[in-house]
């Protein structure tokens, strides 16, 4: 459903581990309720300062899959300066979450909104990436933590900067390991042999969203010519292999005990998944996707100064 960016319509091959980005982020039919749509067709239309309106779009019961990349875009165009006020509200929501303990005791309307952010984002970033080019918003919105100022306006005062690229990947490993959404109270405990490692499938759509998201944060290499690609490190991959033991091993051995506990042959019939909707599956290849974007990461040597070094006593997936 996006438009193919420059670097793969000058044929450069995408890594297999980002196949399931490719026409499922952003889709076209996506169902959304009269009220969702009537707020993002006001994003475009005019400036939306007022929080009580970003407040209400998050507090939302209605289920929010994913957002028509044409209305994101439309957004980008004509209303920037909101595309940055629904980023930082999205992380607002999605770290408040990350406060919480075990999820599983926050309200229902609480966690309905958590996944929406998860979803809008997973949903925004990809629209965002394909035109960095052309309105920087990843890098002044992403990045700095700054509001995008309009062509022909001058700065008038220092604004406060809120970067949010690292504050999201952070808080989606926090829930990762979060009992209630990213996997059961077991699933989490690094001191449990692997093998008895005990998986729960509870919190399968919640984990594949938070999964896919992470996929999304890596993805901006699939957005630069080759020659780009060669010399510019990714910065959101860099952040990731840079965390340390206490963090990082946990995730890997969730995901790698997710991976092995899933049996593939199921009910016997082949293609089943075809027929019977099966979201093991859906977070199993998610999480595989994710350890091999993980595990494929090489910062190139001719890397930006600016890119960050891996800090003492960290590990690399």
């Given at each position: 459903?996006?438009?193919?960016?420059?670097?793969?319509?000058?044929?450069?091959?995408?890594?297999?581990?980002?196949?399931?980005?490719?026409g499922t982020?952003?889709?076209?039919?996506?169902?959304?309720?009269?009220?969702?749509?009537?707020?993002?067709?006001?994003?475009?239309?005019?400036?939306?300062?007022?929080?009580?309106?970003?407040?209400?779009?998050?507090?939302?019961?209605?289920?929010?899959?994913?957002?028509?990349?044409?209305?994101?875009?439309?957004?980008?165009?004509?209303?920037?300066?909101?595309?940055?006020?629904?980023?930082?509200?999205?992380?607002?929501?999605?770290?408040?979450?990350?406060s919480v303990?075990?999820?599983?005791?926050?309200?229902?309307?609480?966690?309905?909104?958590?996944?929406?952010?998860?979803?809008?984002?997973?949903?925004?970033?990809?629209?965002?990436?394909?035109?960095?080019?052309?309105?920087?918003?990843?890098?002044?919105?992403?990045?700095?933590?700054?509001?995008?100022?309009?062509?022909?306006?001058?700065?008038?005062?220092?604004?406060?900067?809120?970067?949010?690229?690292?504050?999201?990947?952070?808080?989606?490993?926090?829930?990762?390991?979060?009992?209630?959404?990213?996997?059961?109270?077991?699933?989490?405990?690094?001191?449990?042999?692997?093998?008895?490692?005990?998986?729960?499938?509870?919190?399968?759509?919640?984990?594949?969203?938070?999964?896919?998201?992470?996929?999304?944060?890596?993805?901006?290499?699939?957005?630069v010519t080759?020659?780009?690609?060669?010399?510019?490190?990714?910065?959101?991959?860099?952040?990731?292999?840079?965390?340390?033991?206490?963090?990082?091993?946990?995730?890997?051995?969730?995901?790698?005990?997710?991976?092995?506990?899933?049996?593939?042959?199921?009910?016997?019939?082949?293609?089943?998944?075809?027929?019977?909707?099966?979201?093991?599956?859906?977070?199993?290849?998610?999480?595989?996707?994710?350890?091999?974007?993980?595990?494929?990461?090489?910062?190139?040597?001719?890397?930006?100064?600016?890119?960050?070094?891996?800090?003492?006593?960290?590990?690399?997936?």
């Open positions: 459903h996006f438009r193919r960016s420059e670097s793969l319509d000058r044929g450069r091959a995408q890594p297999d581990c980002w196949k399931p980005l490719v982020m952003g889709g076209e039919t996506s169902k959304m309720s009269p009220a969702v749509l009537g707020a993002f067709g006001k994003m475009a239309k005019q400036d939306c300062p007022d929080d009580k309106f970003w407040g209400g779009l998050l507090a939302t019961p209605a289920t929010i899959s994913a957002i028509p990349a044409d209305a994101v875009r439309k957004i980008v165009k004509e209303q920037p300066a909101n595309v940055a006020r629904l980023s930082r509200a999205c992380v607002g929501r999605i770290h408040q979450a990350c303990q075990d999820v599983r005791g926050m309200p229902a309307a609480d966690r309905t909104a958590v996944l929406n952010c998860v979803s809008m984002l997973t949903s925004l970033l990809p629209v965002l990436f394909e035109g960095e080019g052309e309105h920087g918003l990843v890098e002044t919105v992403w990045w700095k933590g700054l509001m995008p100022v309009p062509e022909g306006e001058a700065q008038q005062q220092q604004q406060q900067a809120m970067p949010l690229a690292e504050p999201l990947m952070s808080c989606i490993l926090c829930l990762l390991l979060r009992p209630g959404i990213g996997c059961d109270m077991n699933g989490c405990d690094p001191n449990r042999a692997l093998g008895d490692s005990v998986v729960s499938h509870s919190f399968d759509k919640a984990r594949t969203q938070l999964l896919k998201l992470l996929l999304v944060t890596c993805s901006q290499t699939l957005y080759p020659d780009e690609y060669k010399k510019t490190d990714n910065r959101w991959l860099r952040f990731y292999s840079a965390q340390p033991p206490q963090m990082i091993v946990p995730i890997v051995r969730s995901w790698l005990a997710t991976i092995f506990s899933y049996d593939p042959v199921g009910m016997g019939i082949p293609y089943s998944s075809a027929v019977v909707s099966d979201t093991q599956e859906e977070v199993v290849d998610a999480t595989l996707h994710a350890l091999i974007a993980c595990l494929d990461y090489t910062p190139p040597s001719t890397a930006g100064d600016n890119a960050p070094a891996p800090a003492a006593g960290t590990v690399s997936t």
